[in-house]
């Protein structure tokens, strides 16, 4: 059953070098159409879901606060009355921090959004320019004391690891985030995605991204201050003081069923994979010829369903239960991971393991992409 809600709005002012999600820069965007179009995708989803109420809504993108808070209130109005609400849902918006758009956070708020998430991405303004922000420190400052006056739930993202970038740079950055006292931080290391334009300036020779052991120093260091500052990391990049991690984010790491609407979205949906039209134009042809944004929605078998869940699953801290997962998809433990393989990295204190639920230690989290090469079992990985 679908828990969770996910709202793609795909429009930026300007399209950041390091980014390769599903944004695009338009001169225009015709609100009535795409109020319209997005109804009718959520539509669809409900009618194909069960009505259980959802427990958390987030809008992302692009850049969700160009949305007018109007579109916002419509969506969240038509979700509730399709699904219901749980009690205490959580409904996040993710936002830039200009002074444009942190002037709508009062409308925003009341159209029922109750959890802000903003995109800092630095704390110094020649950091920023490099990775092609339009705003300053002093716009991200005003933005987040406005959004921490609004919301009862606000976080932020920092992008560290940046050409350059030292330990006693980013201790500063890290101490001076920290202090704002939000209870919840998203701190990614920079990585040079294909398709970027980072990735052509560094093929270019313009720039040299940070070594790996200095971004592993840099990875640690990170989870040393956090964790002292009461902010542990429940997720590989992602630092919370107990109750207040994503309950979005962590529906989909524990694999839960999600609706996913919008350009691009993705969704869970009963043992399906559905995915919408990436390009905003096409996406919009579609909702007209057919009443739904979908370009793909295929069956998971088990196998594949399994092997998504242990991918998912093991990024968290909490880690998983292999008894359980096994149990979900009919399978027998020993056919989720490679029983030497987690042995041996047991071993070496990559991996722990208690009972049935094996969880990735902190000495494992600055591979983990190299550790579930090898922990998943060979089978689910073929799936």
Known sequence: MARALYIHWPFCLKKCPYCDFNSHVRDGVDVALWRES???????????????PLESVFFGGGTPSLMPPALVEALLGEAERLWGFAPGIEITLEANPSSVEASKFADLA????????????????????????????????????????HFSRVTFDL?????????????????????????????????????????TMVRQGQFTPLDDDCAADLFALTREHTAAAGLPAYEVSNHARPGEESRHNLAYW????????????HGRRSATATVRHRKPENWLEAIAAHGHG??????????????????????????????????????????????????????????AQTGPRLAVTPAGMPVLDALLGEVVAAGLLAA
């Open 254 to 265: 524990r694999y839960h069923d999600y609706v996913g609407i919008g350009p691009g979205a």
């Open 294 to 351: 979908l370009a793909e929605h295929r069956p998971l078998g088990p196998a594949e369903q399994a092997s998504e869940a242990l991918l998912m699953g093991l990024r968290l801290a909490e880690g998983i239960d292999l008894a359980a997962l096994a149990a979900r998809f009919g399978m027998a433990p020993a056919d989720l991971v490679d029983a030497p393989a987690v042995a041996a990295l047991t071993r070496q204190g990559l991996l």
């Open 110 to 149: 009341r159209a029922g959004v109750n959890r802000v998430s903003l995109g800092l991405q630095a704390l110094d303004d020649e950091a920023l320019r490099f990775l092609g922000r339009l705003h300053t420190v002093e716009e991200s400052l005003k933005a987040l004391a406005t959004a921490q006056a």
């Open 38 to 52: 997005l109804l009718a995708d959520l539509r669809h989803e409900a009618a194909l879901t069960a009505h259980e």
């Open 159 to 199: 992008i560290y690891a940046r050409p350059g970038h030292t330990p006693e740079a980013w201790e500063r950055e890290l101490a001076r985030a920290l202090a704002f006292g939000t209870g919840h931080l998203s701190l990614y290391q920079l990585t040079i995605e294909p398709g970027t334009r980072f990735a």
